[in-house]
């Protein structure tokens, strides 16, 4: 009873109508009572109760969503440990990652919102013209309602949350599905999560990517999507069907370039670390690398330096190391793997522990398997160029990808990289680092999804930016030129008053 009022009094939120739902919350995380899947129909309940909450007007005190955001927070302070234990069940993740890419992630994007929730949601005024200098004209940015967040097994907490932090700001209503394949992470937030946030505004549902469709069909305000471009595309259908709005971010190849002209020991070091960390499992990292030929053999050299550094000499062995989050995810791994190029480094793989090592590739081609699929595993092909030239006709021949990297000392080399190529977003001479930033939008473009999230980027998503005009009855003297019945006078003073906006603003914005 003392744990349940402390998080009354830190949650400044409307009370739930339901209290039981409280101590309901309390003994499933106490008890470790099982969490069942949640179908449609029940999915249909959780949104008529998260609408009617949003209407009511619960969610749009900036008070309620600061302390929405504060209980978001203080849930992964009290249960880090829980969630360490639940991210190393599913996919082996050390503790140093868990607590470093995903757990510092979400409160850094929650602690940025609550700085800045007060200026984002002031009303932005805009330049006035001639015709409106008496006028106020702004935008106004309201939340979109309820929203559906889905979240993806590569980094099941981060991927959930740092959404719902957005949605959260903006002042939503929120369903959120994390990933069916991390069940430990998805059962933790299905359990934590109506203990710290509003039992009316904010719901965990446990369902399949066969259900999605169907749920989406359901008529949300927003779908926020993670994952994969097949599982992207059936969500995006089954929106469009209800002009639902649709944010995805999706998986692709990453390219990354490394030029002649580079460190080759700093190189290897970044993207050894972005391609292997949490076994690969990302949709940010690395997929393959286009290796000017010339420096080609000292890189993969430098590469298997690392990984010993990195995980010793059986990464089987090493704490820092992860696992496949499932068999399926092992099994076409280990298919591309050995059906692609020549293995330099590692290769090794143990079914019984959804174990495969930390993999190089050399002499890939272009049709091989591992360059046909996405890769969500510890395996990095090396491809070779002979210049820039031939890597950018590369790069732009496939998909537009989430990510473009690219390393060399040569300014020209990043600058060609960067406004040749399109992406998602471009970094150099380091990786994922730009997907990290809650100062940058983060987001894919073409078949790499479309609209972006983090910091500011996240509550403009969840937002809708309303135009206002609020005028006067003045000026009537003006006006009256675009009231009926219409003379060729008036007609006249309006084409005069058109070309002198050509030279300043707005001059016929009479009307």
């Not at 200098?133 to 702004?138: F, H, M, R, V």
């Not at 590692?346 to 019984?352: L, S």
């Not at 006709?393 to 040749?420: D, G, H, W």
Request: aromatic content about 10%; charged content about 20%; glycine content about 6%.
């Amino acid at each position: 009873m003392l744990v349940i009022d402390r998080r009354l009094e830190v949650v400044s939120s409307p009370q739930s109508p339901s209290p039981h739902r409280w101590f309901k919350a309390l003994r499933r995380t106490r008890l470790g009572e099982p969490c069942l899947k949640t179908y449609p129909l029940e999915c249909e309940g959780l949104l008529r109760r998260a609408r009617v909450t949003f209407q009511a007007g619960c969610t749009l005190k900036e008070s309620f969503r600061v302390a929405q955001l504060e209980a978001v927070v203080q849930m992964l302070e009290e249960h880090e440990c829980d969630f360490v234990d639940a991210l190393g069940k599913d996919l082996h993740k050390p503790r140093f990652e868990a607590v470093v890419s995903e757990l510092i992630l979400v409160k850094n994007e929650a602690f940025y919102a609550i700085n800045n929730l007060k200026k984002w949601m002031q009303p932005q005024h805009v330049e006035r013209n001639l015709s409106t200098t008496l006028d106020e004209c702004l935008m106004v940015s309201e939340p979109l309602g309820v929203v559906f967040i889905v979240g993806t097994w590569c980094s099941p907490v981060e991927k959930c949350l740092v959404p719902l932090v957005g949605a959260i700001a903006a002042g939503n209503c929120a369903i959120i599905s994390p990933s069916e394949c991390t069940a430990h992470t998805a059962e933790l937030l299905h359990r934590l999560i109506p203990f710290y946030l509003d039992n009316e505004c904010f719901h965990v549902i446990l369902a399949g990517t066969s259900d999605f469709p169907e749920v989406v069909e359901l008529k949300f305000d927003h779908v926020f999507f993670t994952g994969n471009r097949s599982e992207g595309t059936r969500i995006a259908q089954a929106a469009a069907r209800t002009l639902t709005p649709v944010t995805l971010i999706l998986g692709g190849k990453n390219p990354c370039y490394v030029d002649q002209d580079c460190d080759i020991a700093t190189t290897a070091q970044r993207i050894a670390w972005a391609r292997f960390h949490n076994a690969g499992q990302s949709l940010v990292a690395p997929f393959y690398i286009l290796c000017h030929t010339t420096v080609t053999a000292r890189l993969v050299q430098a590469l298997k330096c690392c990984l010993t550094q990195f995980y010793g000499s059986d990464p089987r062995e090493s704490r820092s190391y992860g696992r496949m989050v499932n068999l399926d995810i092992f099994n076409r791994t280990k298919d591309m793997l050995w059906r692609s190029g020549k293995v330099a480094v590692g290769g090794q793989v143990i079914e019984a522990e959804k174990y495969i090592a930390p993999t190089i590739l050399t002499e890939v081609t272009e049709s091989d398997p591992v360059m046909q699929q996405d890769i969500f595993g510890p395996v990095l092909p090396v491809l070779t160029v002979n210049n820039v030239d031939e890597a950018i006709a590369f790069i732009n021949k496939q998909e537009k990808p989430l990510c473009v990297y690219a390393y060399s000392s040569n300014s020209k080399v990043i600058t060609r990289l960067m406004s040749e190529t399109s992406s998602g977003s471009f970094c150099s001479n380091d990786s994922i680092l730009q997907s990290l930033m809650v100062a940058l939008p983060f987001g894919g473009v073409g078949a790499s999804g479309m609209g972006s999230y983090h910091g500011r980027y996240s509550f403009d998503t969840f937002s809708h930016r309303k135009s206002c005009l609020l005028r006067s009855t003045r000026f009537e003297c003006v006006t009256y030129l675009r009231y009926p019945p219409y003379e060729d006078r008036n007609l006249s003073l309006m084409k005069w008053a058109s070309t002198l906006s050509q030279k300043s603003q707005g001059w016929c914005h009479i009307l």
